[in-house]
Structures are given as structure tokens and as C-alpha cells.
């Protein structure tokens, strides 16, 4: 299996409920290693652009404002198969679909305020970390 790494975000609804040390550690005990972190205030024009992609969408506005609601926290994770392996333990987008010991079985109050975002493939994983973060503050 190759080393790889992604981008993740501890979102504001986890945060909120002080649970970003929680979430790290079923992150480490999926084999994911935190190689960079930083608890950030997202700007409007950074929230639009991040998920830019998903701007034609009818929830666009309202995940936009739920992005913005309160701080985040941005993560490099590496590790075999990082993108996969992070979706995998992240669980489904709607946490009433999420499998048993997911993050967002565990921890999402609904399919807005899912608790963390995980990069879907390894293209718009690299997109995504050089977005938020310098390659000197990613130390693996
Ligand atoms: P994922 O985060 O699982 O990759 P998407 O990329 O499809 O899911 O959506 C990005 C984010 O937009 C989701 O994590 C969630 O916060 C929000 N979202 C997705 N679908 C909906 C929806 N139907 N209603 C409200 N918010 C949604
Ligand atoms: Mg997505």
C-alpha cells in the first residue's frame, strides 16, 4: 500500500462541542497521522471558494454560513491509503447512514453539521492542503 496523505477539517459543529481531541483520536487509531493541524476562522470568500465546486447546489448558502459559524480546524493526514482510508472512517455524508464507529456516526448532529470534511480523492486532496497550508508546515 502506498503512503499518501489528505486533507481533512474538523468542522464547526465539532468544534463547538470541544470535540476535536475525540475525533483526532479515532483518526490515529484508523492509522491516520496528523502531520499538520491549525485551528482557523474561515473567511466567506475562503468557504465559497472552497467548496466552489459545489456552488450550483441548493444547500450551497447554508453550508457556506455553517462554515463560517464558528473556528475549524484544517489537518493534513497521512498515512497508507490516507484519501480511502479517511473516507472510510469519516462515514457516509448523512450520519443517519454512517456505519457504527464513523465519526459521523459517532459525533454528527445531521447532514450539514457532519462534523468533519474529507478530501475525495488524491487530486483534490493535493488542492485542498495547499489551499489552507504551506508545504513547511507539513511535517510527516
Ligand atoms: P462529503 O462531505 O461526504 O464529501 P459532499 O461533498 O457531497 O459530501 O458535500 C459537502 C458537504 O456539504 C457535506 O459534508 C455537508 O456538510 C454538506 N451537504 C451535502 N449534502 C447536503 C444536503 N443535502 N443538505 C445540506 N448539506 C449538505
Ligand atoms: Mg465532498
Redesign the pocket.
Known sequence: MATERTFSIIKPDATRRNLTGKINAVLEAAGLRIVAQKRIQMTQAQAESF?GV?AARP?FR??VSFMISGPVVVQVLEGDNAVARNRDVMGA?NPSSAAEGTIRKLFAEN??A?SV?GS?SAENAATEMAFFFAATEIVG
Open positions: 467548496y459545489h444547500f447554508d453550508l455524508t447532514i450539514e457532519n470534511h475525495d
